[in-house]
C-alpha cells in the first residue's frame, strides 16, 4: 500500500479536493504497471481519482479533484471553509503556519490488512516566500517536541506519504486567532544535498494554493523572465 495525503476546500460551487500533482503521477504510474490497483480516500470505497480531476499544474505541483458530500460524510472529513474569505492572504517571512501530512515510514499495516496511519505535524514560522513557494526550516536545536508527539524527527526523516498535506496560516485578525489555507506539502528534506552549515537543519519545501479558483480551476502562471538589452 502507497500512500499520500490530501485535504478538502468549500467553496459556493461545492468541496474541492487538493493534493500535490505527483501524487496524481505516481497512482497513474501505478495503474500503469497494474491495472488493479486502486485509490481510497481513507476508508473510502473505490475513489475514481482520473474522472474527478478538475485541474492539474505540473509546474506548481498542485492537483484538484471533486469529492461529493456523500463520501465527504463516509471519511468522516472536514473541509475547510473558504467561502467568506478566497484567495487567502499573501504568506510572509516569519508568520506562524500549521503543516501536517501521513508519513508512509510512520504506518503500520497488519496481517488483517488493516492500516494504522500516524500523522507527522509541525508549528513553524515562514522562512522564506516566493511566487508560487513557501519554505520552512526543520532545525532540531531549536524547536521544541509537542506534549502528543515527545520525541523529535531524525534529520533527513522520510517525509515521503506527506505529500498534498494542508498547510494553514495563523495570524489574529479583529482580536481573533483566524487560520487561511495557503499551501500544501511538496517536498521533505531526504533527496537534498547538503554540505556545511546547511547539513545542521532540513528545509522544507510547500507549494502555494492561491492560484486555486473556487470552481478549482487553477489560474494559469503569469510568464516573468529577463529580455535582451
Given at each position: 500500500m502507497d500512500g499520500a495525503t490530501c485535504f478538502f476546500l468549500r467553496f459556493e460551487s461545492g468541496v474541492v479536493g487538493i493534493t500535490a500533482n505527483h501524487v496524481v503521477d505516481a497512482f497513474e504510474?501505478?495503474?500503469?504497471?497494474?491495472?488493479?490497483?486502486i485509490c481510497q480516500l481513507r476508508n473510502s470505497p473505490i475513489f475514481d481519482l482520473p474522472a474527478a480531476i478538475i485541474a492539474r499544474d505540473a509546474k506548481r505541483d498542485i492537483a484538484t479533484f471533486a469529492v461529493s458530500e456523500a463520501v465527504l460524510t463516509q471519511i468522516e472529513a472536514i473541509a475547510l471553509d473558504c467561502r467568506a474569505g478566497?484567495?487567502?492572504p499573501e504568506p510572509q517571512s516569519s508568520w506562524l503556519l500549521s503543516a501536517c501530512g501521513f508519513p508512509e515510514s510512520l504506518r503500520i499495516t497488519r496481517s488483517d490488512r488493516a492500516a494504522e496511519l500516524r500523522a507527522w505535524g509541525a508549528l513553524a514560522a515562514?522562512?522564506?516566500?516566493?511566487?508560487?513557494?513557501i519554505l520552512i526550516v526543520y532545525d532540531p536545536m531549536i524547536v521544541r517536541p509537542a506534549a502528543w508527539a515527545p520525541v523529535l524527527p531524525a534529520l533527513g526523516f522520510n517525509m515521503s506519504g506527506c505529500s498534498g498535506g494542508p498547510v494553514l496560516v495563523h495570524g489574529i485578525r479583529s482580536g481573533l486567532h483566524r487560520w487561511y489555507p495557503v499551501g500544501l506539502i511538496a517536498a521533505g528534506p531526504r533527496e537534498q544535498q547538503?554540505?556545511?552549515a546547511s547539513s545542521e537543519f532540513d528545509m522544507i519545501r510547500l507549494r502555494r494554493?492561491?492560484?486555486i479558483q473556487?470552481?478549482?480551476t487553477i489560474k494559469e502562471a503569469e510568464e516573468t523572465g529577463w529580455l535582451p538589452g
Amino acid at each position: 500500500m502507497d500512500g499520500a495525503t490530501c485535504f478538502f476546500l468549500r467553496f459556493e460551487s461545492g468541496v474541492v479536493g487538493i493534493t500535490a500533482n505527483h501524487v496524481v503521477d505516481a497512482f497513474e504510474g501505478a495503474v500503469a504497471t497494474n491495472p488493479n490497483t486502486i485509490c481510497q480516500l481513507r476508508n473510502s470505497p473505490i475513489f475514481d481519482l482520473p474522472a474527478a480531476i478538475i485541474a492539474r499544474d505540473a509546474k506548481r505541483d498542485i492537483a484538484t479533484f471533486a469529492v461529493s458530500e456523500a463520501v465527504l460524510t463516509q471519511i468522516e472529513a472536514i473541509a475547510l471553509d473558504c467561502r467568506a474569505g478566497w484567495p487567502p492572504p499573501e504568506p510572509q517571512s516569519s508568520w506562524l503556519l500549521s503543516a501536517c501530512g501521513f508519513p508512509e515510514s510512520l504506518r503500520i499495516t497488519r496481517s488483517d490488512r488493516a492500516a494504522e496511519l500516524r500523522a507527522w505535524g509541525a508549528l513553524a514560522a515562514v522562512e522564506c516566500v516566493t511566487r508560487d513557494e513557501i519554505l520552512i526550516v526543520y532545525d532540531p536545536m531549536i524547536v521544541r517536541p509537542a506534549a502528543w508527539a515527545p520525541v523529535l524527527p531524525a534529520l533527513g526523516f522520510n517525509m515521503s506519504g506527506c505529500s498534498g498535506g494542508p498547510v494553514l496560516v495563523h495570524g489574529i485578525r479583529s482580536g481573533l486567532h483566524r487560520w487561511y489555507p495557503v499551501g500544501l506539502i511538496a517536498a521533505g528534506p531526504r533527496e537534498q544535498q547538503k554540505q556545511g552549515a546547511s547539513s545542521e537543519f532540513d528545509m522544507i519545501r510547500l507549494r502555494r494554493i492561491d492560484s486555486i479558483q473556487c470552481d478549482g480551476t487553477i489560474k494559469e502562471a503569469e510568464e516573468t523572465g529577463w529580455l535582451p538589452g
